[in-house]
């Protein structure tokens, strides 16, 4: 059996002869993919930041192409309704979208501030001249990859905290100044993963690992991106017993917080093997 799709416009839903045929597929299902990716496209197209996902239906309902699967000579609107699936899909195109131009303006605003509080202290990636921002940059590219290979992952809130992470324990910045200008949510994430200078310093590591483990899985995932990124050439004046002690310290943090993300646990995972490399 051949399938059909006819293609309707919105526009002139009861004029037949705007209507064309767009193809003919040996499956329903590959039918089914070409009729969802026309209403797809039209609605990304038509989405703007604030739309609703009514508002974004509407405009598919007034304007959109509406995709009929024909079999046999007939069209089954009930087995496909492209109707339906717009105004299903408006919202999650609407949530998508809508996150991914606020991850923009929060990575650009975020950014700017941290970048500031590290350059108050000239502070530089350790070994090198680098300014500390390129880290920052770093650990926050691991949370957006992390982030498309996750479910239930949140972007907003996770890059901030990856570009802030080190601003209490690194800056003149403290928690009352975060939580002022960022929330408290913010603010609690970059404290719980900034190590208490008060304890003895066996201890510090374990004690920001238990905090670590009360916050949301994307503070998890920060510490575990940190770790990644901070497993480079270590600084050239670090003899073996502290590269060895560098590395025994990932496997701490892949130990208690592995759970936090998957992706990123299995990137830990390879990069403390990898380096391996600059013990021997």
């Known amino acids: ?167 209490i324990e690194d800056t003149y910045s403290d928690l009352a100044e975060l939580e002022n200008k960022f929330g408290t949510e913010i603010a609690n994430a970059v404290s719980a993963l900034t190590k208490n200078t008060e304890l003895p310093k066996e201890q510090q590591m374990p004690d920001s690992l238990t905090r670590i483990k009360k916050m949301p899985p994307e503070v998890w995932a920060v510490k575990l991106a940190d770790r990644i990124t901070n497993l480079q050439p270590p600084p050239s004046h670090w003899n073996k017993e502290k590269i060895l002690t560098y590395q025994e310290e990932a496997r701490t943090i892949l130990s208690e917080l592995k759970d936090g993300n998957q992706y990123l646990s299995k990137r830990l995972e390879t990069a403390i093997e990898n380096y391996l490399i600059f013990i021997n």
Not at 1 to 9: A, E, T
Not at 23 to 42: H, N, P, Q
Request: aromatic share 14%; charged share 25%.
């Open 1 to 167: 059996m051949s399938y059909f799709l006819r293609i309707f416009d919105n526009f002139h839903y009861t004029d037949e002869s705007e209507a064309y045929d767009h193809g003919e597929y040996e499956t329903y299902e590959y039918a089914l993919i070409d009729a969802k990716a026309i209403v797809d496209r039209f609605l990304i197209h038509s989405w703007k930041h604030g739309i609703t996902p009514e508002n974004l239906f509407s405009q598919w309902d007034d304007f959109g192409e509406d995709p009929a699967i024909c079999s046999d000579g007939h069209y089954n609107h009930v087995v496909f309704s492209a109707r339906t699936y717009a105004q299903t899909i408006s919202a999650e195109i609407c949530r998508k979208l809508e996150n991914k131009n606020e991850t923009q303006s929060l990575y650009q605003e975020v950014i700017k501030f941290a970048t500031a509080k590290h350059m108050e202290r000239d502070q530089r990636v350790p070994g090198t001249d680098l300014p500390y921002v390129v880290h920052l940059s770093t650990v926050a590219m691991e949370i957006l990859i992390a982030a498309s290979n996750s479910d239930n992952f949140n972007l907003g809130f996770a890059v901030q905290v990856a570009l802030l992470h080190d601003t």
